[in-house]
Each structure stands twice: as structure tokens, then as C-alpha cells.
């Protein structure tokens, strides 16, 4: 059996050993544009910023093997053609023709089963000045090479990030960490459009603090300069710099497969079923440069990363070997640190649930990732979207400067599984001080949710009360912390009685007013609206994630 | 109505809050004998080491507020009597007897729900000398302050800790922060029976690395000294020391509850229904004092621990106040630092999975719980138990220096859901090279127990290795590591071809003997085994978990 794998990156050499391994006897070729094989892409932030010494290092195995040619042949049995283009796929000859780039010569290998892992590239916006020096994308080695290399010129540099999606933030840390004072510049009007705008307003705090600038709802419009880059222009003003950092997203390869007349999807991406079965048969495909199935909405998505690539690589080469595997699909599940920061997500955000149609429940959580009196307990930010017909949980979000990747690792299982609020509010998971809170966040925030559900008590968002505010309605901003905590920071147009003192001081607020409560998380807040419930207030309200996780610009 | 809950630390706070919560007109009356109320015992270690400086910071809300008797009337709206003792439990009056432990005073409580939270004790031998100065147990706030008081009066002392189980370690960590010489002595042949012996051999190998001695298979048999300590005996020696801490177990506290004729389950705990109800439906209990149920056997099971005691005593407030809820049952997961060692484990062991009849295949399974290449990467050990004929996960143990609990709670969640191997390996888990491989290492480690499910190699363990060897078996035992490796550290008997070498040296190995390969972690080692097999060699096997994860002494 013949088997030839276009792309040797990531879900290519993954799927090429997994065909060797199953099928010892079938001649595997492997065909790479590049130069290098089998290389992490996901941490060339990481090389680029020096964290990782050696460009060897992201295409080493475990134990520090370099995975070249050679290493293909001799252990994986797999032929490696690199530097090396497919041009063309012949479905009825079942032929792929290839061109060495070097020397320009052209020949065809004939498959049996052929697997595209063609990958995506990243999207270069169609405007003037993109072919200046010093305008890269990430894409490869090449490109991390190109940005250390202008780095090595001079020291403290400008650098625009254009995009402040994941690649966008890691390779602004990686930058500042060099020495670069990094703008961002995003067209839409939050960054990190994967996540809800509350959530992502915290990573741009925390990106103010480690002074970084953050332009939103600006659009490049041009670069500029002679022969190197000198400034970009946006619809926001025009900013100099010393180099850009184009991050807007990727494409994904699919001009073989389209020309081959594969099935593309609406998505853009190589048409596969559960198998990785292209609409032909005997072709698979796997990686960036396929279509994924949402596993909460059971629609078409496109969201490569090298965690799925991997995977569907193996499942691509369990099927075209004849043994029968299914990938179900993703849920878009991502974590990025940025600094000191973690940022982490897992299926549906708010606005996506309700435009899929779910009557959502939200809760906004803010708690230590440990036992609070573990000395390393570190703040993180959640964010729950609950069906509120189902009561399932359909998505997370957490940032902050503690654990987050576990919480959502956590979620994305419970996602998976079609677990409630309930169930999770039991779970068995692991507990020691220096690891999580007695109960975990997760299982808190599950209990928070619950209590919504079951109309224990009644809550809005901030950004509810913020309209509010600007409208001008008449109603009691009831903080309940301590007045310490006051004096440091607090919001506009709140009344101030601690907890503590509350049940003392019921007669200083009006009966006939809604009343909304908060406290530093909004903990003591519930336990404020419960007080007060108690002593006949009808119309209360807790504020979701307290003064923590205000999305707005706190004046003092 | 009236809610008595009798005792004063986990459950019983969080039952008493939830009451408050739900039914706000509920008279709540909280009856503890100590005096501290709510406070995390389990952060105990970490008061005695100093990592916690201040007593209080134990019984503090997140945000500081110490929870004491002022605290839970008037924020709770929960009566405490602490300092007082229940002596009575009349199922026919509904009344509690308690006793004022400073005045003698004894009063009579009426009770519409009764919720006992009485906790657990630890198990002090019956043997001689137990009463002797410096001798402690851990338990509350009061054996943490005596400790430390012993603690302040010399520095570098010498330290017998009884019992190696969690708490033994956890104290073994803070005593030897403190400068103490620290000797572990169990009774069992491994310390940590909540693990296999290969994994617990391995944090036994790290404890020696820390200069903590082991002595396993050793039992007490008397304390000597005049007033205070000076030695313990055991059936293995005497060992010299200034204090000892007892950490044997704990045994539950249902003196009460059966002396009100409650029924008692066969692990000794208060019998308890899904809703946390005795067999007196006014009943309920929860905590340390409670018989729960194992999510994977559905036997009942005695695994105190502060994690569950919380959601124990939700549920049984839920319950109490009419509104249904259940406890479904626990995985026995939990998770423990050790110097920088981190030790988890959830579901069932190998050993208890074969007791409870199942067929299993196991997975050793060393990798770094990193990205590789990423410089912070560390590695961790796995040991997955899968039932062969469901392929469902049924437990994961896991050590190592890297981080554990996530996996743990991953795997805790996909036993909860019962998730087969198959599913586990195409879960959507969070990528990044901060946090994890590309394929998380329970995903990869999953596929191992595929392949192995699937028949595509066969593996032995190292124990099978070991009988083998000790039996002088005739075979092969193949290291595919690199020269420099084997110089490094080698197993004996071995023979060594590295696995680049492999294709081009099969003529050196003999075809008609059992070859078992190995490397590293073994994943060369089942290159190799294919490369083998392929060439027509047919009796290969991988020894699992390769050197990193051999469970005995190592010459060189």
C-alpha cells in the first residue's frame, strides 16, 4: 500500500508514524513544502522571545532526537521529500505530482490513500506597504528566524501587533521580553474575540499594567516606510514603529484539495466526515486545513490548533489504514499565558450560546485558585454559560493570575459529557491547599449557577447596571464591604453598610427601591440580598463578580 | 423550625450557612466542642511548617473575616455554642443534650432536623507511651499550636512520624522545613496504601532524594522516654527522637449516633442515603462521620476528606430544608504536595480494580507535563487502570515534579462520566506549550492503553521484568536507548542497541527468543518492538514505563 501525506508539520507526521506503526509494510512519503519537519509551531513565540534556546529544540522528540529526514526514514519508515510542492492531485490516476523546489524537478507518486495536512497560512490583509522590511507574519521557523534576526539589529524597538487574537498576545509577551514597546491593533472593538467582551476587558487591563498599548476598533489601513517599515496608518491615527507583527488570523490550504475537486466546507475548510474521509473515499485530511464539527452546536467550525491537528493526524491514519475511528469534534478549547496571566476558554461564549438560540444563564465568578490562606493563591476570573432549559453547562471562560488551563480542561470534560450545573456541583475532584479550594472554583461557581436556576436569588451583570446608571434610574448601589476596602477603590453612585452591620442598619434603605448588592466578589453580597429578602425588601438584586469584575474604568 | 447541627468545622458550617440560606426563618443552632469554628484542617501542615503565618488566617472568609460565634449570628444568622459538648441524642423528644464544657451547665436543644457533623478522630495504637510530652496526633488548631510549641523550644530535632499516609507526608514536608531530622515509620510494606506499590515506590525514591527516611513494614510497638519522648520501638528497631506525630487514620466519630440507635454502615461510618439522610428520616449527616458510596463499585466506602465533607454538607442542608438533592458518591480522588513532588490519585488501583473482579490492562506512562521543548516542563508518572472489557477508565495515579491534580481531575471527570479509553484520547483539552503537550499526557497515555486494548503490542510491566530476571529466564531484555544514556544509568542483563541502529543490527539479535524492549519511557522501546515484529520476530514485548519508571534499586 501506497500512502502519501501532503504537509509536515504537525497532523502529517503524526498520521505518517501512525500508518508506519499499523501498517509496517505500506511505503509512506511525506511531502513538505519547507524545509523542516514535524516542528511545534505553537512555540515559536517562545523561540522568537528566547524562553526556547534552541530552534532544534521545537523538532526534537522528548528525549532531544531531531525529527529531520533521516530520523523519518530510519525509525518511522517514512520517506521524507521536504523542500518539496505538491502541485497538482490526479483522483483518477490516484497521482500526486510534486517539484523539487531546488532544482525544479517535477514527478508523480502514485497513492493508494493520500492524507492532506496542507495546514493554513496566515492572512495578510490586502493593503500597501505589507512587502516592506520588518513586516512579518508566524507562520514557520523561517519567520521566527526573520523576527530575531531584526531584533538583533537594535534593542528597544515599536513593534505593532496587528491582531490581538492568541498568536497576537504570546507574541506580545515574547516581545516586551526582548525589550519592544508593543501596540496592538485590533479591527474589532474588544481583543480576544474568543472571548465575551467582560472577560476579555481584563486581559486589556492586565495588558495596560504591563504597558502594553491596546488600540481596538481600529483598522490598518496602510503600511508605511521606504525600504524598511516606519509606521502604520489605521483609521485611529497613524503609528510609528520599528516593525509589525501581522496576526490576523489564518486561512486554510485548501487550493490542492478544491482543485482536486474535494468537497470544501462553509467554512473554508477541507470537507471531512467523522473519519477524516474527504468526499473522496480514499483521501483524508487532517489539521489546520480541515473543517471541524462544534461538539456543542453540532455545526461546521474552523478552529485550528496544533492540539487537534495531532489528533485527527492519528485518526485520518487509523482510517486510511483500514481501521475504523472516529474524531467527534471540538469545542474550541484554548489556553495562552500571557505574562503572568493565564487566559483560557472552552465551548459556547455568551454571545455565541444566544445566537445558536440557548436561553443562557451567566455566572461571573472571581475567586483564589487555592485555599485562600495557601500563601500562592493566586486571583482568577470565570466566566459560566449555562442552558438554562437543560441546565448543562456550554461554556467556560477564566483569566487571571492563577490556574486556569485546569478549570477549563474541567469544563471542556464536563461539555463533553452533557453534564448539569448539578452534576458538576458534586463532582469528585482533587483537593490539597496548594491545588484548589476545598470546593473547587468550578464546583462554587456550578452552586452560584444553580442557586440562579432555581430563582434563590435574583442577579444582573454589571454591564446591566451600568445601563442603568447612564440612564439614570432610581434605584439603591448597595456596596457591602468593609469600609477599608472602600476608602481603596469603589464605584460611582453606591451606598456603603458593611455586612457585618447590615442587619443593625435595614431602617437607612428604602423599602419601595430595587436594590442592588455587591461586595469585592459579590459573595458577601448574596449573603446582603439574602439579609435583606429576610427583612420584607422585595426587589433585590445581587451584582454579578462584584467590584473584581466591573468592566469599566473605576475612578478611584 | 428548628436545625441543630452538631459540630463545628466543615460540614457542619457549610450545612448551617446553607440552612440560613434557604430557609432564612430557620432557628439555627451550631454545637461545637472545640473552641475554633470553621476552620480548613487541612491547611493544619501548613500552619505547623509557618508556610500559613497566622492561626486565624485558617478561619477567615476570603476576604479576612475571621469566622467565630459573631461572625455566624450576624452574618449567618446561625447560634453558636461552641465549647460545648452533645451528650444526647433523644430520637423520641427530638431533643439534643448538650453540656457547657467550662460551666457544666447542661441544656436540652429541641430539633425539627438534626445534622450531625461530628467528624473523625485519630486512631492512637493502644501501646505503651502514647501519653508521653511530644506526642501528637493532628486534628484541630489546638495539636497545631502544641506542635509548634515543641517545634520553638529546640531547632534541628528528630522526628518520628507513624504512619505514611497523607497527613504523614504533609507533616513530614512542614517538620522538615522546620529543620527537623524526619523518620517515617509504616506498617505496610509501601507507604501511601492509597496507591500502587511501583507508584508509592516512587515517592518513597524521592523522600530518600529528600533525606527523609523510610521504614515500610515496620509496626510501633511502644513510646519510651520519662517525660517526654526519647524513642519509639518497632518490631524493626528502635529509632531515637524527640517527638512523634501519630498519623495512622482516623476513625469516625458515631458514638452519638449510635447511641441514638442510628444505623451504623460496615466501614464504621454513619449509614447515609443519597440526601445525606440516616435511617431516621430527621436525621442527616455528613462529613468525616459519614459512610459514602464509591462512584465505581457502588460499595460503600470510608474516605474522609475535606472536600467531600463540604458538598456533603450542602446536600444534606438541601435535604433538611426540603429541597431535593443528592450526593452521588466519591472517587477516593485527592491530591498531595511533598516538597516539590505532587502526588494524586482518583478511582480505583490496580490491586482494588482486580479485587472488585475486573479484568484490567495498565499503563505506566512517564512524560513531561509540558510542552517539551518549554523550559518549565517536568516530568510526571502515570499509572492508568482500564477494565478490558468496557475499555473505561476506572483510575489514575499520578507523581512527579510536574503537575498532577489536573490530570487527576481529568481522569476524575471521565470516570464520573464513564468515558472509555477511546473517548479520553480525542477529548478537546487545552493546549498551549506552558501547560501541557500538544496531546495532553492522559490522551496520550490513553492511546497507549489502545493500542494495547487493540492487540497492536504486548506489553510487561516491570515487575514481570524483575520475576523473570530473578527466575533466570532465558530473553532478551533490549535497551534502544542512546550510548550516553546507558552510561548514564543502566538496568543489568540488558543488551543495547540504539533504536537509530536498530534496522541495520536485527541479525545480532536472536530470532527464536522472547525479546522485551525498552528505553527512557519505553516510547522507543515500541518503535523498536514494531521494527522488530515487522522483520518478523515474534515474541516481542515492551516493558512498561521504560527505566524512569523501574521499581527497584538501580546499580548504576
Known amino acids: 500500500m501506497n500512502v502519501v501525506i501532503i504537509g509536515g508539520v504537525a497532523a502529517g507526521p503524526k498520521a505518517g508514524s501512525r500508518v508506519h506503526r499499523l501498517c509496517p509494510e505500506a511505503q509512506v512519503t511525506l511531502i513538505e513544502k519547507g524545509e523542516f519537519l514535524s516542528y511545534a509551531g505553537c512555540g515559536l513565540p517562545y523561540y522568537v522571545s528566547g ?30 521529500l521536504n523542500r518539496t510542492e505538491a502541485t497538482k492531485v490526479d483522483r483518477g490516476s490516484k497521482e500526486v505530482t510534486v517539484v523539487a523546489l531546488e532544482s525544479g524537478k517535477e514527478e508523480k507518486i502514485s497513492y493508494d490513500k493520500l ?26 521557523i523561517e519567520d521566527s528566524e526573520g523576527i530575531k534576526a531584526a531584533l538583533a539589529e537594535d534593542k528597544a524597538k515599536d513593534v505593532v501587533i496587528v491582531g490581538g487574537g492568541l498568536i497576537g498576545l504570546e507574541m506580545t509577551e515574547a516581545l516586551a521580553k526582548k525589550g519592544c514597546r508593543v501596540t496592538i491593533v485590533e479591527k474589532l472593538p474588544q481583543i480576544l474575540p474568543i472571548l465575551d467582551w467582560e472577560i476579555a476587558y481584563q486581559v486589556s487591563k492586565y495588558l495596560e499594567v504591563r504597558g502594553v498599548k ?5 483598522t490598518l489601513t496602510a ?22 507583527i501581522m496576526s490576523v488570523g489564518v486561512r486554510p490550504n485548501v487550493f490542492l484539495a478544491k482543485d482536486a475537486g474535494l468537497e470544501i466546507g462553509k467554512t473554508g ?36 490548533l496544533g492540539s487537534t491537528a495531532n489528533k485527527q493526524g492519528r485518526v485520518a491514519a487509523n482510517n486510511a489504514c483500514g481501521f475504523k475511528d472516529a474524531f467527534p469534534g471540538v469545542l474550541g478549547s484554548t489556553v495562552c499565558k500571557l505574562f503572568n496571566f493565564n487566559i483560557g476558554r472552552t465551548g ?42 437543560t441546565r448543562r453547562l456550554l461554556g467556560l471562560q477564566a483569566v487571571g493570575l492563577g490556574v486556569v488551563d485546569k478549570r ?44 440562579k436556576l432555581d430563582g434563590r436569588f435574583q442577579s444582573v451583570t454589571p454591564m446591566e447596571v451600568k445601563e442603568k446608571i447612564d440612564r439614570g434610574d432610581d434605584f439603591v448601589f448597595l456596596d457591602v464591604r468593609s469600609p477599608g476596602e472602600y476608602e481603596e477603590v469603589r464605584l460611582d453612585n453606591t451606598v456603603l453598610i458593611p455586612l457585618g452591620k447590615l442587619r443593625g442598619r435595614l431602617s437607612e434603605i428604602p423599602k419601595d427601591k430595587e436594590i442592588i448588592t455587591f461586595c469585592k466578589i459579590s459573595l458577601r453580597g448574596y449573603e446582603a440580598a439574602l439579609i435583606l429578602q429576610t427583612a420584607g425588601f422585595k426587589d433585590v438584586k445581587v451584582m454579578d463578580g462584584g467590584v473584581v469584575m466591573w468592566p469599566y474604568k473605576i475612578g478611584k
Do not use: W
Open 51 to 80: 524562553v526556547v534556546k534552541d530552534q532544534k529544540e521545537l523538532m526534537c522528540t522528548p528525549i532531544g532526537v531531531v525529527r529531520d529526514s533521516v530520523f523519518f526514514r530510519n525509525v518511522k519508515n517514512v520517506e521524507v
Open 115 to 140: 492524507i492532506f495536512a496542507t495546514g493554513a497560512t496566515p492572512i495578510v490583509p490586502p493593503i500597501e506597504g505589507t512587502d516592506l522590511k520588518n513586516v512579518f507574519t508566524l507562520q514557520n
Open 214 to 218: 491596546v488600540k481596538t476598533a481600529t
Open 223 to 244: 503600511i508605511k516606510g521606504k525600504e524598511r517599515v516606519e509606521s502604520v496608518v489605521t483609521d485611529n491615527g497613524e503609528v510609528p514603529c520599528d516593525f509589525v
Open 269 to 304: 475548510g477541507i470537507k471531512v466526515n467523522e473519519m477524516m474521509q474527504t468526499s473522496d473515499p480514499d483521501i483524508f485530511a487532517a489539521g489546520d486545513c480541515v473543517e471541524s464539527v462544534d461538539l456543542v452546536t453540532g455545526k461546521p467550525c474552523f478552529i485550528p
Open 348 to 389: 459556547l461564549g455568551e454571545m455565541q450560546a444566544k445566537e445558536e438560540g440557548f436561553d443562557v444563564v451567566t455566572v461571573l465568578s472571581p475567586a483564589p485558585d487555592k485555599a485562600h490562606f495557601y500563601p500562592e493563591a493566586k486571583p482568577i476570573m470565570m466566566k459560566l454559560v449555562i442552558d438554562k432549559n
Open 408 to 451: 477549563i480542561d474541567v469544563a471542556a470534560m464536563a461539555i463533553t459529557a452533557k453534564m448539569t450545573v448539578d452534576d458538576i456541583a458534586n463532582l469528585d475532584l482533587c483537593y490539597a491547599p496548594p491545588y484548589s479550594p476545598a470546593m473547587d472554583n468550578i464546583i462554587t461557581a456550578s452552586n452560584v449557577a444553580r442557586n
